[in-house]
């Protein structure tokens, strides 16, 4: 059973940063693509990030310029380098692996983005 365990959420000022992490346990993060989704109140969760075994990332458009997906296999932990950050960015941030259609989810870490 896979495990992932989000931190580094926060209270940050617009323009801000953060940088986002998730842990997994088990053997297969190497194997498997990462995603980060976020689920503002009232909202559908959507994608933020994701990176493929290969370190090939997709953005959504919302982020894209600002935000940074990357992944350590050694520490089987994927990172979020949140940066200029603004008040549409709060959410819980949800971490996700994707692995021979299986899905795993996290906890979620909160975010807030305000002054």
């Known amino acids: 059973q896979v495990q992932l365990v989000e931190s580094g959420g926060g209270l940050v000022q617009p323009g801000g940063s953060l940088t986002l992490s998730c842990a997994a346990s088990g053997s297969i993060f190497s194997f498997s693509v990462m995603g980060w989704y976020r689920q503002a109140p009232g909202k559908q969760r959507e994608l933020v990030a994701s990176?493929?075994?290969?370190?090939?990332?997709n953005y959504s458009d919302s982020v894209k310029g600002r935000f940074t997906i990357s992944r350590d296999n050694d520490k089987n932990t994927v990172y979020l380098q949140m940066n200029g950050l603004k008040p549409e960015d709060t959410a819980l941030y949800y971490c996700?692996?994707?692995?021979?259609?299986?899905?795993?989810w996290g906890q979620g870490t909160q975010v807030t983005v305000s002054s």
């Open positions: 990176i493929t075994r290969g370190s090939t990332t």
């Open positions: 996700n692996l994707k692995f021979l259609g299986s899905s795993y």
